[in-house]
């Protein structure tokens, strides 16, 4: 029934596949992680926005562009994971339910969040009395986003009516999910008005996955990016912006990513096998990355790349 499931899901949601999810699909027996979303934290279209990336999609919106999120299924035991609690979560979660072929219910075994800027945990707000009304779901946070929710309402209610339970995280401790999965977080430079920023690495039975959604520059982070990809199979990588010409409305200093053009002079000197693991993802609705038939779609997979889609299934 589960195999069946996955068939019809990602025949419907095909367009979208960029991996090499048919090959593997009727190989799936073991934990495995889909990407529920890649987009930036307000989502496409963006609110406001009058440019070409998104007037069409005012008219006609892309099923497919959610806000960055990642599920973890362990179909052995029957558990699954989500990290980030989206505007886009209801939807994320039905997907979630609908690959593991129990509909019964949508909820997480745990929620994991990367830090306080709103596309990361405002889904959380679906789970208090006005929407689910949820019981004890699990919420693993670092000390200072914990605090952020403890000490802010509308979150505070959240926690003081039990819609969730928050765990709090340790930089660089391994967090087991199940006897196959877990998960370690770690710090990374990012703009900290309420909270710390962290990145993941996903550790499964067979191979390793590095989330990275947000980071300032690579350049200031303490870890060298180039040995940490060495280190895993899969890295989903910051790529919010293509270059430094894209946002003209906004002052960009203030919003800071690694331009992809920026990846590019750092990465494109790894062997073809490394460039391969790199998916970039949390693309800003103007990124023009978005559009597989742009110019610069083409350039990031002609360098080697890949560019994350939602539904992407990668096995761990």
């Not at 693993?140 to 509308?154: D, L, R, V």
């Not at 919003?255 to 062997?271: C, M, Q």
């Not at 693991?277 to 693309?283: E, T, Y």
Request: glycine content about 6%; some cysteine.
């Amino acid at each position: 029934m589960h195999k069946i499931v996955l068939i019809i899901l990602l025949l419907f949601y095909s367009k979208t596949l960029s991996f090499c999810q048919y090959g593997e699909l009727n190989e799936i027996n073991g934990s495995y992680l889909v990407l529920l979303g890649t987009i930036q934290d307000a989502g496409s279209p963006h609110i406001g926005c009058r440019k070409s990336c998104c007037k069409a999609l005012f008219e006609k919106p892309d099923y497919t562009r959610k806000v960055i999120s990642i599920g973890i299924i362990d179909p052995l035991v029957g558990k699954k994971f989500i990290i980030e609690a989206t505007p886009d979560i209801a939807q994320q979660l039905k997907v979630m339910s609908k690959l593991t072929g129990n509909e019964r219910s949508d909820l997480p075994d745990a929620i994991f969040l990367t830090h306080g800027h709103i596309g990361h945990y405002s889904g959380l707000m679906y789970l208090g009395r006005e929407g689910l009304n949820s019981k004890k779901i699990p919420v693993y946070a670092m000390p200072g986003m914990k605090n952020f929710i403890e000490s802010n309402g509308p979150w505070d209610q959240l926690v003081k009516i039990e819609n969730i339970v928050l765990q709090e995280m340790e930089a660089e401790k391994p967090i087991p999910l199940t006897p196959d999965i877990a998960i370690t977080p770690f710090t990374v430079p990012h703009r900290g008005e309420y909270t710390e920023t962290v990145g993941y690495i996903i550790s499964g039975k067979n191979k390793k996955v590095l989330f990275i959604p947000d980071i300032d520059k690579w350049q200031l982070w303490s870890k060298n990016i180039i040995e940490e990809i060495s280190k895993v199979d899969v890295a989903f990588l910051d790529a919010t912006f293509y270059d430094n010409t894209e946002v003209n409305n906004r002052n960009i200093a203030e919003i800071p990513h690694p331009f992809i053009t920026e990846s590019f002079e750092i990465f494109d000197k790894l062997p073809a096998n490394e460039k391969s693991k790199i998916n970039f993802i949390h693309f800003n609705h103007t990124n023009p990355a978005l559009d597989p038939e742009s110019v610069k779609a083409k350039i990031i997979s002609e360098k080697g790349y890949k560019i994350g889609h939602f539904m992407d299934i990668f096995r761990l």
